[in-house]
């Protein structure tokens, strides 16, 4: 797990962090009116290390509602619950683990997303009606600060339902201009800056009696192995029993523009059969794309050779390209490494959604 994602601000493990007002990109005054809009059973868009949030109040059964009309999202899948640094999962599960809280002293703040048993007074609404709920306590200062601040309204147990703040299937935004162009006006949002980790959390599901990986993220399978001296299972479509998890479709965080997935010596005839006129775009490593980068009709981005800096450019690639007037996205295929993961993860499903065309 890089530093990085522990913010500068955290003491030793367990001392609540005070983040001073002064310092974020939001005013107090700001902060406490987003507050109260969630106080209200309104909706607030935040920043998150990962990606945008769109938040609701967790415990509310129609603010949760709120949140899947405006995301246009099947009011039968679960969202993440978001906790203050000073927060207790324990008021949200029936039960913490042992696994759980070493996996919190480890990675929260931060990208990790804990599924665990739902204690029965939180409404089932917040999970899709599963048994379970998401936990996750993120390292982004305004949303620390926007958590303290709805969690001192509600006795220091307040919890923020947010899942990413674009609508169902899109991809996720990783600034607030990307929340804007998802919602328009129609949603108030707290502007952060752009998130740093830049894709969605690692999720882990502890509420099974094994450790199971429901989405990769910064936070690695290696990471988690680490702590609890045990590798989690990693994603595997055909476990009829594993919990629904919309990041887990096969077709998500898709662009509009048709994008193809593939290794570069596969892109290669694509790149030489296009019709003349057409402009494609490439994203593909700098050391591999030779001539095809200065090639006529064809839009070149460098890949990030880093996995790190590839995550957190993704979304906002994705979204440039599909305003970026060309016909097809062509996408190199990364190593099949565990560096790599999550970001396979999200192109894999990205191309997912095209798949049927591009095979016709
Ligand atoms: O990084 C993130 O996790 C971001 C930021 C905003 O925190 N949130 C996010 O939320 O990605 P969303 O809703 O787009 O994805 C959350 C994933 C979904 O796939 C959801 O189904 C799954 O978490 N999830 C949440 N609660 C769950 C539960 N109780 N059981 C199984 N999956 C759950
Ligand atoms: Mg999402």
Redesign the pocket.
């Known amino acids: 797990m890089p530093d990085q994602q522990k913010p500068a601000q955290a003491g030793a493990a367990g001392v609540p962090l005070q983040v001073a007002a002064s310092a974020l990109p939001v005013s107090a005054e700001q902060i406490a009116h987003a507050a109260a809009l969630l106080d209200a059973g309104g909706l607030v868009a935040f920043p998150?290390e990962?990606?945008?949030?769109?938040g609701g109040d967790a415990e509310n059964p129609d603010a949760v509602a709120r949140i899947y009309a405006a995301k246009g999202r099947p009011a039968n899948?679960?969202?993440?619950?978001?906790l203050a640094p000073q927060g207790d999962p324990n008021y949200w599960v029936e039960h913490l683990p042992q696994e759980a809280q070493r996996l919190i002293d480890a990675f929260w703040p931060g990208?990790l997303?804990l599924?665990l048993k739902?204690a029965a007074r939180i409404p089932a609404a917040?999970?899709?009606g599963?048994e379970?709920?998401?936990l996750?306590c993120?390292s982004h200062p305004v949303a620390q600060a926007l958590l303290e601040a709805f969690s001192a309204l509600r006795s220091g147990h307040g919890g923020v339902a947010?899942?990413?703040?674009?609508r169902f299937g899109h991809v996720?935004p990783t600034t607030a201009q990307h929340v804007r162009d998802e919602f328009g006006s129609a949603i108030h949002v707290l502007d952060g800056g752009a998130s740093d980790?830049g894709?969605?959390?690692t999720?882990l599901?502890l509420?099974r009696g094994f450790p199971a990986l429901?989405?990769p993220?910064r936070v690695t399978p290696q990471d988690i192995a680490d702590v609890l001296g045990e590798a989690p299972r990693l994603p595997d479509g055909s476990d009829a029993t594993a919990?629904?998890?919309?990041?887990?479709l096969k077709a998500h965080y898709a662009p509009r523009t048709p994008l193809a997935l593939l290794p570069f010596n596969a892109l290669e005839p694509l790149l030489a059969a296009r019709v003349a006129g057409e402009r494609v775009a490439l994203v593909a490593r700098a050391s591999r794309a030779g001539q095809w980068a200065d090639a006529e009709g064809v839009h070149f981005i460098a890949a990030p050779e880093d996995p790190h800096v590839y995550a957190r450019e993704l979304y906002g690639l994705l979204r440039a390209l599909d305003r970026a007037n060309v016909a097809r996205i062509l996408i190199e295929k990364l190593p099949d490494t565990i560096e790599w993961i999550a970001v396979n993860d999200r192109l894999g499903r990205a191309a997912a959604a095209f798949e049927a065309q591009n095979h016709g």
């Open positions: 998150t990962t990606v945008y949030g769109l899948h679960p969202v993440i619950v978001h990208p997303t599924i739902r917040v999970s899709g599963q379970s709920v998401g996750r993120p947010a899942p990413s703040a674009n996720s980790v894709i969605e959390s999720i599901d509420s429901l989405r993220g919990p629904r998890a919309s990041g887990t």
